[in-house]
């Protein structure tokens, strides 16, 4: 393909982060979704052409997110659409989309969605679950009581067994466990978390309390760092590093008791730690994300963005929205995560997480 753009600190582009919904059927307090989508979302014709022409500036990988996804009544027609973009020839000078992961939380995941998904063309599923009892995902799901949680919890369960029947295999990547940790809210829950991935053969990856939206109360004391989180499950289940993949997002551990398979498979047999506070990715973050009303941010921690619905509006103009992208991506120098302690005093206000998509 044609040769990528490059930021300013010489970061191609990777990976397309496209929010479908700000909404949310839960009110996770570290993530504080809208009560209403924002006016003006994009159609399903404008974000095939915002992904076309990410893609054509060397994104081969799109995640979509929320919000909660499952609650975009057309996103399977969208996976579907974007197919073409998956058959080009990898050399095809347009660029060509590898992969096509979704975000979710699991509760609206019921056996015929996974299989519609499936069909559809989605690659990866990473379910969100911050508890493995009733109080404790209530606790962290925003939920009134213990009984409630519970029902989330058996949803999300319901939607792992879903999810692997439809053909998502943790054993090739294709469905993994999300959770957040927060010191007083969840760290009791680690090493629950880590014996039901264990049990369900998945990859479960743990995410630091992030300073992301102005809604969430977020305070330094309440981030339990990876480090941490590592050591303590290590304790229990002796672990090896296998590191951090260019470009990713997570650090991995092997578990030591669980081998390989024949054909080099491991799912299930990995820890994942996302410490974007503690241990910050910035040097080779390679992600865009775009929301759902079409503001483009190139940091999750940013404060403003680009509404690109001039070059969507009123119908996309290809080599304009792709001028207009390529642009942005050459003018970025966002690194906040490293800069964060001698930035503190001078950032503004971050868009909600919800909104941004995470």
């Known amino acids: 393909m044609a040769e990528r753009p490059l930021d300013l600190h010489g970061r191609p582009l990777g990976v397309l982060r496209l929010s479908l919904t700000a909404r949310c059927n839960l009110a996770c307090p570290y993530c504080c979704p809208d009560l209403e989508d924002p006016p003006d979302l994009l159609t399903l014709a404008e974000r095939v052409a915002l992904v076309e022409a990410t893609v054509g500036l060397g994104v081969h990988t799109l995640r979509l997110t929320g919000g909660e996804p499952l609650l975009h009544r057309r996103l399977e027609e969208l996976i579907a659409a974007l197919q073409p973009l998956r058959r080009r020839d990898p050399g095809d000078p347009r660029g060509a989309l590898r992969e096509i992961a979704l975000t979710s939380n699991g509760v609206l995941l019921g056996a015929e969605r996974a299989r519609q998904l499936k069909a559809a063309g989605l690659d990866r599923i990473t379910l969100s679950l911050d508890g493995t009892d009733g109080a404790s995902v209530a606790r962290m799901a925003g939920l009134g009581s213990p009984a409630a949680g ?19 295999d943790p054993a090739r990547g294709a469905l993994k466990l999300n959770a957040v940790i927060t010191r007083s809210g969840n760290a009791d829950q680690l090493l629950p978390l880590a014996a039901l991935a264990r049990e369900q053969g998945l990859e479960l990856r743990l995410i630091e309390f992030m300073d992301v939206g102005n809604r969430n109360g977020w305070e330094p004391e309440q981030v339990l760092p990876a480090a941490e989180m590592v050591a303590r499950i290590g304790a229990a289940w002796p672990l090896e590093p296998v590191g951090r993949a260019p470009h990713g997002t997570a650090g991995r551990w092997r578990y030591r008791d669980r081998a390989a398979d024949a054909a080099g498979a491991d799912g299930g047999a990995h820890l994942a730690v996302v410490a974007s506070i503690t241990a910050p990715f910035c040097g080779d973050c390679n992600r865009l994300r775009i929301t759902a009303d079409g503001v483009a941010y190139s940091c999750l921690f940013a404060a403003d963005g680009t509404d690109l619905k001039p070059w969507l509006r009123p119908q996309p103009e290809p080599g304009r929205l792709r001028q207009a992208l390529e642009g942005l991506w050459r003018a970025r120098r966002d690194r906040w995560s490293e800069e964060r302690q001698e930035a503190a005093d001078r950032r503004p206000a971050p868009a909600e997480m919800a909104y941004l998509g995470g």
């Not at 519970?150 to 998502?168: K, M, P, S, T, Y």
């Open 150 to 168: 519970d029902a989330v919890l058996q949803r999300v369960l319901a939607a792992i067994r879903h999810a692997r029947e439809a053909g998502f």
